[in-house]
């Protein structure tokens, strides 16, 4: 009897100590938001030679994806471009800038170059399908939003569409911070280049901002440069 | 001798289960981004009674500070409105949302009404005092910057600023979807008034986006309904 209680409890100690091993191991995932965003930087150099595992991948994409939106109309595409000798024409209409082809993809950010009545039927359809009601019961609500978009002029149109996209690409960067993902968001580009060489303007779209994503080089002495950001009585105003 | 092992035993036994408990408990709240992100929704209706705990508020407005933008620039200043006093007189002015005062606290996200070099000056003060290097060193960077700026004209000026806001907003959302915390972004609202009512306008200031942040009412039914996005192929593109 002894002995054999002794076996149980010893057994079931041992089984405790390795399941607290594993747990200690997955705790050290939690993410300390805070420490990856002071992580996160502007990368200038990435490791041409890392490319990212196509699960992480796929989680930026799903991340883009959930993206919010004005209405959660989506007016976006996000143009994933992989194949580095498509990419190695960008780089001199990108300030020269070599992060378009040395990241492990360039997600290039577009808006539709037009956006109506048609996009919103197609996104009503998309809820009444989701969500199982009918379409006519969503009927004032889209025609609430086409007052909306048929009041702004192209320009402004323009304009909405491209800090819904900003809001996804703010949402990005932090999911790449967290996933420990370098990215370099740019603005620094010729939209107009950039839709002509990889045929955006066909396809109806026309490029907004750049988020190339990979691993650092080990040598971008960007890297270790401390951040800089105004203090909270600079940027917080409280009422 | 039976005895005293079966103590020690028990004692480690109890001591791991204690331990594995403080793990579990520190564990759930590991962070799964594309889980946060699907309960994520834009919050109709606030449980006006719950106020967020001092500390989370805190984290998020680090979380915002530490946004990224266009050089760094940080063209913007966050107004933090918690008094309900100060917010009832807003609610006209944002087509009748309550969530403007039913929130925690109202998280208003402001451009300067002007951006100048004065901007990009103290920008390169912050810059050289935070890196300890020499003002002169930044001269050319500063140039290159000042150029960029100087070429916009004031309307692209404003657009280029409100878009470094939505990734700031970008970025605070998907912050509060890890935090547990509800956000409902808001467009609809009144500009003029919002600057009149808070006096933005005498702090050199203009609101471009809303963002209350607390938590979700009971009640809310927008909670429940499935979230509405368009599948993969509709808005991923692979080059």
């Not at 405790?16 to 938001?33: H, Y």
């Not at 996160?40 to 994409?61: H, I, Q, S, V």
């Not at 990215?183 to 396809?203: H, K, N, Q, T, W």
Request: with cysteine.
């Amino acid at each position: 009897m002894y002995s054999a209680d002794r076996r149980r409890l010893e057994r079931n100690g041992h089984l405790l100590i390795d399941r607290l091993a594993v747990l200690a191991s997955a705790m050290s995932e939690k993410t300390d938001l805070i420490g990856a965003l002071n992580w996160r930087y502007a990368t200038k150099e990435f490791d041409a030679g890392k490319a990212l595992p196509t699960e992480t991948m796929e989680r930026l994409l799903v991340v883009l994806r959930l993206s919010a939106s004005s209405f959660g109309l989506q007016p976006w595409k996000f143009v994933v471009v992989e194949d580095r000798e498509k990419r190695e024409p960008l780089v001199e209409h990108s300030w020269g800038q070599r992060q378009v082809v040395d990241s492990s993809a360039l997600i290039v950010m577009c808006r539709p170059t037009e956006f109506g009545e048609a996009d919103i039927d197609r996104f009503l359809e998309s809820t009444a399908s989701t969500r199982g009601v009918d379409l006519e019961s969503l009927a004032e609500y889209g025609g609430m939003m086409k007052g909306f978009i048929g009041r702004l002029d192209a320009a402004t149109q323009a304009d909405w569409m491209s800090r819904q996209i900003y809001l996804a690409l703010g949402n990005l960067m932090t999911a790449c911070a967290i996933e420990k993902v370098d990215s370099c968001p740019m603005e620094g580009f010729s939209a107009v280049e950039y839709d002509r060489i990889l045929g955006l303007a066909d396809l109806g779209l026309t490029s907004v901002v750049l988020c190339p994503v990979g691993y650092r080089a080990a040598g971008d002495k960007y890297a270790s440069l401390a951040k800089v950001r105004y203090s909270a009585d600079e940027v917080i105003v409280r009422l």
